[in-house]
């Protein structure tokens, strides 16, 4: 009886999975497609720019600092896969007035046509304990980090639901997922994103438009070798057990996601067991990932204390658990968004 039982639920699965495709988003197609990148002059906004640019789309790329912005469009542009393509550069702080982001939306607009997909990439990342970071530190992260994504979202979202259709993505971090040590400033800032993200999702979803919300490691950037100048030692000592990533590795998996229309999108096996592990009720797009999430709900209701109070180590055995416990779903999940 058991083994009817268990052959019943297998055989229930695999026809989810099979089914899954039918009903999931419908990709969106890059060639020719309008491409925003906030943040894209450096690190992962420049590489998601050339990552959608090798597909054939059409990018505005969105900084403060115009000298960069040069820079980046003249790399980006080796990458042309045919003489039509344009890169826009347009210099502008995205977090500090929304109506020269809204102008400026308006401009790249008129020149690229309609904003397929938007990627709010501009971020800032500063680390310190609690009180020794300076009280204007932590409104400067949320206006660069939080606001500097809202602006140019409310900018591009009334044409995206008049056409009923696009892609809007928020990069934000793990330590958007889960607080660390050091980052008592940083990860509320990128927690608000999820938050956004969420409920945006809700309203725009009966619109064709989807939401991906990224959480990358460690990523070998300028903001990275900024940031670890000031990063205190116990910080350091967490982030070297994850590794650092390259920005074009990051960048793949970020655009193959938003493309899926994929609500999260984490890097490597780690990232994946992260997402999974604290997911809570986040959207899905996909019954792949609703099983994947729903067979960890029991097990992150178990750990959730533990899991945000203690160090990386115990948290790599956490992971650990999770995936002997449910190995078989998981990873079949894995690969089928490989």
Known sequence: MLLVVAAFIVAFVLLLYMISPL?????????????VVTGGSSGIGKSIAVECYKQGAFITLVARDEAKLLQAKKEVEKFAINDKQVVLCISVDVSSDYSQVESVIKQAQEKLGPVDMLVNCAGLAI?????DVEVDRFKKLMEVNYLGSV????AVITT?????????????????????FGYTAYSP?????????????????PYNIYVTV?????????????????????????SETSGVCQPDQVAKIIVRDAVQGNFNSSV??????????????????????GLQQAAFVELYDRQRDSLFSCSWPSIKTVFG?????AASLTFGAYLTQK
């Open 268 to 289: 490597g096996p780690d990232g994946y067991m992260l997402s999974a592990l604290t997911c809570g009720m986040s959207p899905v797009t996909s019954i792949t990932e």
């Open 321 to 325: 658990l999770a995936a002997l416990g």
């Open 189 to 205: 800032s990128k927690f608000a994103l999820r938050g956004l993200a969420e409920s945006l999702q809700m309203e725009i979803k």
């Open 160 to 180: 995206m639901k008049e056409r009923r259709m696009g892609r809007i993505m928020f990069v934000s971090s793990q330590a958007g997922q889960i607080g660390l």
């Open 214 to 238: 990224a959480y990358p490691p460690d990523t070998e950037t300028p903001g990275l070798a900024e940031e670890n100048k000031t990063k205190p030692l116990e910080t350091k000592l967490i």
């Open 151 to 154: 602006y140019p979202t409310r």
């Open 127 to 131: 680390s310190g304990k609690f009180e």
């Open 23 to 35: 009903i999931s988003p419908k990709p969106l197609k890059l060639n020719g497609a309008h491409v």
